[in-house]
Structures are given as C-alpha cells and as structure tokens.
C-alpha cells in the first residue's frame, strides 16, 4: 500500500510559479516510477509527466515541456513538480500517481498504468 498526499497548489497569476510536492508513505517509494496528472472542469485527466524511480529519467509532456521540471528526493520520499511561466490553460487539480509495474518509458504516460494516487491539489492560474 501507497499513501500519497499531494501539496503545493494555489492561486497564482498568468506567467507565475508554483512548486507541487507529493509525499508518499508505505512501500519503500525509491522501487517506483511517479507520475503527475492533471484534471480540468469538464476535461479527461491529462498526463503531465513522470520520473523513474531513480530519478534519472524524465517524460514531460509537450504541453509542459520546458516550463515543468519533475523531480525526486527519495530519501525524503517526496516527488516535486516546478512549474514556471504558468498559464490560464494549466488551471486544473493536480494529482500524482505510483505504478507498481512500469519502470521507463511511454507506458508512463498512461493513467491506466498507475495504481496508487493522491487526493488531488488544486492550481488555478489567473490571466
């Protein structure tokens, strides 16, 4: 079993700056690739990007890319997500997710591969 508590989230203007945490509790977190998704009103949950479980490899989505950066300390069994130079269409709940089974690669991006994820936090980016 995996605990996940996302943190993080605000209000912040159009071009700001939010730094998201997901602390994780339970399984030993450093054996497990991490994700973060994104749900808007009315839209499917989107990928935003994911991390391997050491950390040395990334998988930002094209909408973030260059402006998001996903982190991990594991010794703190915490991932983060910096996100820059935010936008009005970046607005949504953030949530970060464990998969027990995908290491690398494009399986990342698939929320159907994630089995344990957090309660979700809020980011709403005013224009």
């Known amino acids: 079993q995996v605990q996940l508590v996302e943190s993080g989230g605000g209000l912040v203007q159009d071009g700001g700056s939010l730094r998201l945490s997901c602390a994780a509790s339970g399984r030993t977190f450093g054996r497990y690739a991490t994700g973060w998704f994104r749900q808007a009103p009315g839209k499917e949950r989107e990928f935003v990007s994911a991390i391997s479980r050491s950390g040395l490899s990334t998988y930002p989505a094209d909408s973030v890319k260059g402006r998001f950066t996903i982190s991990r300390d594991n010794a703190d069994n915490t991932v983060y997500l910096q996100m820059n130079s935010l936008k009005p269409e970046d607005t949504a709940v953030y949530y970060c997710?464990?998969?027990?089974?995908?290491?690398?690669?494009?399986?990342?991006?698939?929320?159907?591969?994630?089995?344990?994820w957090g309660q979700g936090t809020q980011v709403t980016v005013s224009s």
């Open positions: 997710a464990v998969t027990l089974t995908i290491t690398i690669g494009s399986g990342l991006r698939d929320a159907s591969n994630y089995d344990y």
